[in-house]
């Protein structure tokens, strides 16, 4: 007699409970040890799983979202191909706006999860602007006005901070044995730094919650905003960003977050975009300023796949 397969629920069961590991080389001698949450094996090749599973949780549970609705949202990071993963999955037309200032490869994983896409010129060569994200803001407002269109509304929806608290801020928790001095990780809606950081406030008072920007665009430390290359990070102020929970703010260049990811893929195998340089960039600076008996920890947001058309592997 066969034994059953022991079946899932579908793909969204696959989100979460991603590894932890400690990268090899620390980048001085003495520092802390710096660990990285390898977020881009979730699904969609992102941590934004997450998020976009919890709102659309949270929107069904309130009855905000119905059979038969189609959801709209602009994005030009991975909120797009993890919010057209979750849409399929559950059956929901999506309606995404987004920017031709991001690589060729995001739009068409969006594309090929069956979203429907509305591609805004871009305002820059330099990289994403405030200006490109009022005009995608501006015709998600018009297209979220209309009958049966549910917006997701992802920079100021709580029920994605409350979702990364319990998933993700958990597991690092779990992980790190409640062993961990800081935690850096770039702010793009926020939801990840505030749920992240509220789990760890909750149970670890003094591990240091550190916000990192674009140095291009460091509107949280100086209030400054324009255009970079760290694509998925807002590079504006989120308003779900609570500096209650957040004990410094430390900024990225463009060229040294390049830089990082093309190391990291050789150097540790964590071939990730961009916003993940960036993130080990910060931690390996945080670690530089600790002692060895101390752990920093980090998040690899998405998938080097996403970049590939960028050069920056070489």
Sequence with gaps: MNTPLTTDLGILRAVGN???????????DGGASVFVKLEYLNPSGSVKDRMTLAILDDAERRGQLKPGMTVVEYT?????????????????????????????????????FGADLEVMPR????????????????????????????????????AMVEGYRQTLGQEILNQTGGRMTAFCTGVGTGGTLMGVGLAIKETLPDCQVVAMEPAGSPA???????????????????????????????????????????????TDGIFA???????????????????????VVTIAVDSGMKYMSTGIFG
């Design 18 to 28: 991603t590894p932890l590991i400690q990268l090899h080389a620390n980048g001085s």
């Design 76 to 112: 030009g990071g991975s909120t797009g191909p993890a919010l057209a993963l979750a849409c399929r999955a559950k059956g929901y037309p999506l309606k995404l706006v987004t920017s031709s200032c991001f690589t060729p490869e995001r739009l068409a994983m969006m594309a090929a």
């Design 123 to 158: 305002r820059s060569p330099e990289g994403m602007t405030q200006e490109d994200v009022a005009d995608m803001t501006n015709r998600v407002a018009e297209l979220a006005s209309l009958p049966d269109y549910f917006s997701t509304d992802q920079f100021h929806n709580q």
């Design 220 to 266: 949280l430390s100086k209030g400054v905003v324009g255009p970079h290359k760290l694509q998925g990070l807002s590079g504006g102020k989120s308003p779900l960003v609570d500096m209650n929970v957040v004990d410094s703010v430390e900024t990225a260049g463009d060229d040294e977050a390049i830089a990082m990811a093309a190391s990291l893929a050789k």
């Design 273 to 295: 975009g961009i916003s993940t340089g960036a993130n080990v960039v910060v931690a390996r600076r945080l670690a530089e300023r600790l002692g060895p008996d101390d752990v």
